[in-house]
């Protein structure tokens, strides 16, 4: 019976039909669709006119689609780099033998399960001008309190106002009002990537750090000629991943600057809530599915770039 099975070459493609099927409808068959309404005017009631790659064109011609494209790039530059080292920074904390490790790992993935929405409207309230506690704090360290969500200056801009200099619009960097929601995401997502880390640390082989100290090698000789190394996997792993969801971004800035998201001055407007607005808010659907498309290039060319440069630096063992 066993080795009719075997010999049954269609066996495996019967084994694997049901996740071909559930793929090839919920996945693929959407995906393609978006791709066919991005080259119409699309509205709300359906097709309008065929377009070609009139909506791509647009796009570069679009202000608002520069502006959010820019923004975008802002938030994965702040959130990515700041991620994946703080996480490696807590997780090697958490791997020495201390009290109460469970407590501390626990209390570091507890943001990761909890609602996005819910996480979003606390640090809403936290970065309130009036009475949020980050006003609070800055108050007690005898600094001016800063109008956070509602600031549209470049954080250089703020930084630098008490010696009255300015800059320029596009070296201010990121709004003070996007680097409260990079850092709102920051704390959000940094317990899965402590846990990812952590796996790995505990993974690599105990010997290594024995024969290193026998050797005489110090903490920072081990950390970079045995914990990097054997960790570059896990790290290759958490930097394409955080940087894809990075660039996904979107129930933190429609929550947390709601009820018009981009606000202010549209310097928190994402592609993907820019995507929303064009497809959910002025029906045009053809212009918003050209919008998902270029995202979807620009994170697949970012992917693959990241696996020609990085991944050479990956050592598997």
């Known amino acids: ?48 006119r065929f377009v070609a790659f009139g909506n791509y064109f647009n796009l570069f011609l679009d202000p608002k689609f520069h502006k959010s494209l820019l923004n975008t790039f802002y938030y994965v530059l702040g959130v990515v780099p700041a991620s994946l080292f703080i996480a490696l920074f807590i997780a090697i904390l958490l791997n020495q033998k201390i009290r ?8 570091l993935f507890i943001p990761v399960i909890t609602s996005t929405v819910a ?29 956070w969500l509602e600031e549209p200056a470049g954080i250089l801009n703020v930084i630098l106002a008490p010696l009255h200099v300015k800059l320029p619009a596009l070296l201010a960097g990121p709004s003070l009002a996007m680097c409260a929601i990079i850092i709102m995401s920051i704390w959000h997502s940094i317990g899965y990537n402590v846990i990812i880390f952590l796996a790995g640390l ?12 026998l ?31 990075s660039f996904q971004v979107f129930i933190q800035i429609y929550t947390m600057q ?21 497809g959910f808010a002025d029906w045009q659907m053809g ?29 598997y063992q």
């Open 100 to 107: 109460l490790t469970p407590v501390f790992r626990t209390a």
């Open 258 to 278: 709601g009820p018009v998201g981009g606000n202010p001055l549209g310097t928190t407007r994402v592609l993907v809530y820019y995507l929303y607005e064009k």
């Open 287 to 315: 212009y918003a599915n050209a919008i998902a498309f270029v995202l979807f290039l620009i994170i697949l060319g970012l992917t693959l770039i990241q696996r020609k440069v990085v991944e050479k630096r990956v050592h």
């Open 202 to 213: 505990q993974s690599i082989p105990r010997d290594y750090y024995e024969a290193a100290q």
């Open 215 to 245: 050797d005489g090698a110090g903490r920072w000789a081990t950390f970079r000629n045995i914990t990097w190394p054997l960790l570059s996997p896990i790290t290759f792993y958490v930097l394409i991943m955080t940087t894809i969801t």
């Open 119 to 147: 996480v979003s409207l606390v640090w809403k309230w936290i970065f309130n001008p009036r009475m949020g506690l980050a006003n609070f704090a800055l108050k007690a360290l005898g600094m001016k309190p800063a109008l």
């Open 1 to 48: 019976m066993v080795n009719n099975y075997k010999e049954n070459k269609f066996w495996p493609w019967l084994i694997l039909l049901p996740t071909i099927v559930i793929v090839a409808v919920f996945r693929l068959a959407p995906m393609l669709y978006a791709l066919f309404m991005s080259f119409f005017d699309w509205g709300l009631a359906g097709a309008r």
